[in-house]
């Protein structure tokens, strides 16, 4: 929660689909502030990028633990990221991108 231009504070709450093991599908919708939510974007997006894939629900690749470790909040301003740990996940989110079936 913090000041913004429109508003004097606004907490924005935004769903996201994140890496679910436990689900058939293989991922769940999860409520998150917009921080967390954008965190989890960027993250997808670096690691889709560097492998030069794409997925219609990028953050699909990312479990809310694996962001739970990452971010560090901060009260009243955007939250801090572990580098390092993003760093040690990367691989990891690399393997569980879908690879397409080659077509004949």
């Not at 599908?25 to 030069?52: F, I, P, W």
């Not at 699909?60 to 990452?70: R, Y």
Request: net charge negative; charged share 30%; aromatic share 6%.
């Amino acid at each position: 929660m913090r000041p913004s231009k429109q508003t004097p504070w606004v907490f924005e709450v935004k769903s996201k689909v994140l890496y679910d093991p436990i689900i058939e599908e293989g991922y769940s919708y999860v409520e998150m502030c917009e921080d967390c939510s954008n965190v989890a974007k960027h993250l997808a997006r670096e690691t889709l990028d560097t492998v030069q894939a794409d997925l219609y629900h990028p953050s699909e690749i990312v479990a809310l633990a694996e962001l739970q470790d990452l971010i560090k909040p901060r009260p009243h301003s955007p939250h801090g990221i572990d580098n390092a740990k993003v760093d040690r996940l990367l691989p990891t989110l690399i393997a569980r991108i879908p690879i397409p079936e080659e077509r004949s």
